[in-house]
T-cell receptor, first 110, second 114 residues
Framework: AQTVTQSQPEMSVQEAETVTLSCTYD???????LFWYKQPPSRQMILVIR??????QNATENRFSVNFQKAAKSFSLKISDSQLGDAAMYFC???????FGAGTRLTVKP | NAGVTQTPKFRVLKTGQSMTLLCAQD?????MYWYRQDPGMGLRLIHY???????AKGEVPDGYNVSRLKKQNFLLGLESAAPSQTSVYFC?????????????FGQGTRLTVV
């Protein structure tokens, strides 16, 4: 079975600074997708960014970007110019299994 | 635009009681999932369905049953609730996971078993 590991239970960043959240996964599949979801206190799950494994180019969505290292099975999320509204739980997810990591709680300090 | 709707939003059960959580989606999605979320453990997959009439076990299926009699509905049942099943439950749906599509989530159900 595929596994998704987030080794940072908590992270903190100063407002306007940059933070990187880590995610590693284990799979024997060659074709798959990776996602980062955000869960604010409202509990709603919000898609932040997605990456297709066959694409070498790292995905970018405004202030959010990923560093996808397929050989190392690593999929980190970089948040630039952090804002107070970025404070949330962040989950890395692997598809097609739809497996999730344990999450990283991000705190943004004003 | 209802998306994915979970019923109920909150529930308190006594040990040994049974209940059913309903998940309904109006996006004609093939795949549906039930997760439980516990502090420090992320979302763990309980059961999932790849289409009407089909279900499969996930990571933590014990103590739960599911049914997918209609494409739009995915039911999660607890036959005899235990305190260890106190959790927040999420339902999600997606088209074919092999396509690059996101999962859409319900708002969650907070279940407390006393």
């Amino acid at each position: 079975a595929q596994t998704v590991t987030q080794s940072q239970p908590e992270m903190s960043v100063q407002e306007a600074e940059t933070v990187t959240l880590s995610c590693t996964y284990d799979t024997s599949e060659s074709d798959y997708y990776l996602f980062w979801y955000k869960q604010p206190p409202s509990r709603q799950m919000i898609l932040v960014i997605r990456q297709e494994a066959y694409k070498q180019q790292n995905a970018t969505e405004n202030r959010f970007s990923v560093n996808f290292q397929k050989a190392a099975k690593s999929f980190s999320l970089k948040i630039s110019d952090s804002q107070l509204g970025d404070a949330a739980m962040y989950f890395c997810a692997f598809s097609p299994d739809m497996r999730f990591g344990a999450g990283t709680r991000l705190t943004v300090k004003p | 635009n209802a998306g994915v709707t979970q019923t109920p939003k909150f529930r308190v059960l006594k040990t040994g009681q049974s209940m059913t959580l309903l998940c309904a989606q109006d996006m004609n999605h093939e795949y549906m999932y039930w997760y439980r979320q516990d502090p420090g453990m992320g979302l763990r997959l309980i059961h999932y369905s790849v289409g009407e009439g089909t279900t499969a076990k996930g990571e933590v299926p014990d103590g739960y049953n599911v049914s997918r009699l209609k494409k739009q509905n995915f039911l999660l049942g607890l036959e005899s609730a235990a305190p260890s099943q106190t959790s927040v439950y999420f339902c999600a749906s997606t088209t074919t996971p092999s396509m690059n599509t996101e999962a859409f989530f319900g708002q969650g159900t907070r279940l407390t078993v006393v």
